[in-house]
């Protein structure tokens, strides 16, 4: 199958910045979870999700970011998020992600 | 054993129970709950090694969830699935197997390896066991617990979300107008809603494939597998809305009840939102009519008379009842300076504001051309000149003028493809004066018209009238008729002009027996009285 995401990392300031574009779906979601891992298990605790490039998540998606956010949580890390389109920002306050994780502008708000 | 030896040891078993629950509640996962246990069982029984597998249900095959050699799982392999706990020791390799039923119905199977020590497993230690996978299901059961509490927060929230979602894209539809806009904001929201993988919405006219949308955008559906799909047709099959491949976490699954309820509701919402703004145009297009039929009424009004004059010796009226708001027709009677009156009926085909403003030039062409007491023959031709250039192919002006010389009853009389006008002799006979041309605006090739001329002797009357009145229908659509008017026209010879025009009227009303009027009415009535 043809797939419509990609994403590109890199860590700044100990910070993983993960900048997503296209469809955040399944395919998405876990790409996104698969980059995470490979930081995570090497000790990184901050990530930031740039979602400029992405108009459109689904419920999928969003349940691969959560889990991100748990497993963040248990080693007292944060999850970051940039550049949010309104309609996705809004579901993620419905989903609840900002009672774990934060709305940053850049990178460099991140302590 | 010392009695406070034993106690120690129970009370640091007890506390070794209360952290491995507690280490065990915390997993993410029955795998990453395993590796805890496996740490916990060698810490507590200092093993070579360690092996677990489980079994998610009675159908399923055992899985290895902590192994280093497939020995062990060759053996539990032919273990059938537990009913309730077992525990087996084999004195030769001094291995100590447990397969046990979990509380959910699943079932988990460890093997001890030797001890380091090279002890036998004791009774005491296959019961420590036994608790330890007690604390195992707990714990599991907690973890189940938690998931599911976990997925029905997420669940509520999603519908929240999509509930939330739905509410404002209808609120984004009712913004944008029907088009590519639109239909991408329709096709974005019915893959979230409904967590397809790809979707396209297709425009079709006449059921010709005229544009397609596809989403994500270098999605082909045709290229791709399609595991489960879901299609809706809309906005009478012009537009087609089809989804592919829901996803879930397992897999893709078939679209369910509550997909179709949300792509039902979305689609609902653009139907209404593309029939709110035909409306909204249709009643702006019908504001603009009514504007324009009120100037054209009031145009219309200043060119109507208020009153016809008095002309001595003669008894006039005249009528116009408008079958819309803005009538067609159009009549006046004009003082001339030499004395004469000019008596006039016209009939210009269409309403509204053009024929409002080609009845407005043609009188105010008229007026002049009277006023300089242009000859009629001239003012015909010129006036069909005006009319000419200043309508289209289409407009044309039926028109009938009667100059009539008060002192000696002379008339000089124009008829451009007007009906005939009638008079009643004193003999009670009629005569219908046919005389001119083609209707103004038909041509301009200068083509003459003829100006009749008659004398209305005392006691005759003169009937000028559009076609509203002999063409008035009933609900069989038969006309009043140019006969049955005739025959009204020479029985009620004695009236006066207003109770004439009032019974033909009357008479007319009573033949269309209810119908809608279909034509204006206008008519001028004039008696040469007998002094």
């Not at chain 1, 956010?69 to 080693?75: C, T």
């Not at chain 2, 060759?74 to 390799?93: E, M, R």
């Amino acid at each position: 199958m043809r797939l419509d995401f990609n994403l590109t990392s890199n860590i700044e300031n100990n910070v993983l910045v993960i900048k997503t574009e296209g469809y955040i779906n399944n395919d998405g979601g876990e790409k996104i979870s698969k980059e995470f891992e490979e930081h995570f298990t090497k000790g990184i605790n901050k990530v930031l999700i740039d979602i400029k490039s992405s108009k459109v998540i689904n419920s999928i998606g969003i349940s691969y970011l959560i889990e991100i956010i748990e497993k963040l949580n248990e080693k007292n890390g944060s999850l970051y998020f940039c550049n949010m389109d309104s309609t996705i920002e809004k579901t993620f306050n419905i989903m609840g992600l900002f009672q774990f994780a934060k709305k940053v502008d850049s990178v460099n708000e991140i302590e | 054993m010392d009695i406070d030896l034993l106690t120690e040891k129970l009370s640091l078993q007890v506390q070794s129970f209360q952290e491995s629950f507690e280490m065990l509640s915390n997993s993410f996962s029955i795998s990453a709950m395993a590796l805890a246990f496996e740490k916990i069982i060698r810490g507590n029984f200092v093993t070579t090694q360690t092996s677990i597998y489980y079994r998610f249900s009675e159908t399923s095959e055992w899985e290895s969830l902590v192994s280093k050699n497939d020995y062990d799982f060759a053996k539990i392999s032919k273990f059938d699935f537990p009913v309730g706990t077992k525990i087996l020791s084999d004195q030769d390799s001094n291995e100590l197997v447990i397969i046990t039923k979990l509380n959910d119905n699943s079932a988990l199977a460890i093997i001890l390896g030797s001890r380091l020590s090279g002890e036998k497993y004791s009774d005491i230690d296959k019961v420590t066991l036994q608790i330890f996978v007690q604390l195992f299901d707990n714990a599991s059961q907690s973890f189940l617990l938690r998931k599911n509490e976990k997925q029905l927060i997420f669940s509520l929230n999603n519908k929240v979300a999509q509930l939330n979602n739905l509410i404002d894209t209808g609120i984004e539809i009712s913004k944008i107008s029907i088009g590519d806009e639109l239909l991408e904001l329709v096709l974005f929201r019915a893959i979230t809603l409904t967590n397809a993988s790809f979707g396209r919405i297709q425009q079709f006219d006449e059921n010709k494939l005229v544009d397609e949308i596809v989403f994500p955008p270098n999605i082909v559906p045709g290229e791709n597998k399609v595991v489960s799909q879901i299609g809706y047709s809309f906005n009478n099959a012009n537009y087609r809305l089809e989804l592919y491949n829901k996803e879930s976490r397992s897999g893709i699954i078939r679209f369910d009840e509550t997909d179709e309820l949300l792509i039902n509701a979305i689609i609902k919402q653009v139907e209404s939102a593309i029939e709110n703004k035909k409306l909204h145009k249709e009643a702006l297009e019908n504001e603009v009519m009514k504007s324009e039929l009120a100037v054209a009424s009031e145009i219309q009004k200043r060119i109507l008379p208020d009153v016809l004059p008095q002309i001595k010796g003669y008894d006039l009226a005249g009528i116009n009842i408008p079958s819309k708001e803005v009538s067609g027709d159009y009549y006046n009677v004009y003082t001339l300076k030499d004395g004469r009156y000019a008596h006039v009926v016209a009939d210009v085909t269409g309403k509204g504001m053009p024929a409002s403003l080609l009845v407005s030039t043609l009188d105010a062409s008229l007026q002049s051309y009277l006023d300089m007491q242009t000859p009629l023959s001239e003012i015909a031709l010129k006036l069909n000149s005006i009319v000419f250039n200043a309508s289209t192919s289409d407009r044309f002006i039926t028109f009938f003028i009667a100059i009539l010389n008060p002192d000696t009853g002379e008339m000089e009389i124009v008829n451009a493809g007007h009906n005939p006008a009638l008079i009643l002799k004193n003999d009670n006979s009629i005569y219908k004066i046919n005389a001119g041309g083609i209707a103004f605006g038909m041509f301009d090739m200068g083509l003459p018209f003829d100006v009749e001329k008659l004398t209305l002797q005392r006691g005759e009357r003169l009937f000028i009238f559009s076609d509203g009145i002999p063409e008035a229908m009933d609900k069989d659509e038969n006309e009043y008729s140019d006969e049955r008017l005739e025959k009204f026209f020479t029985i009620n010879n004695e009236l006066s002009s207003n109770d004439f025009i009032n019974l033909i009227i009357e008479d007319v009303k009573s033949h269309a027996n209810g119908e809608p009027q279909s034509d204006d009415i206008t008519a001028i009535y004039l008696i040469r009285n007998y002094k």
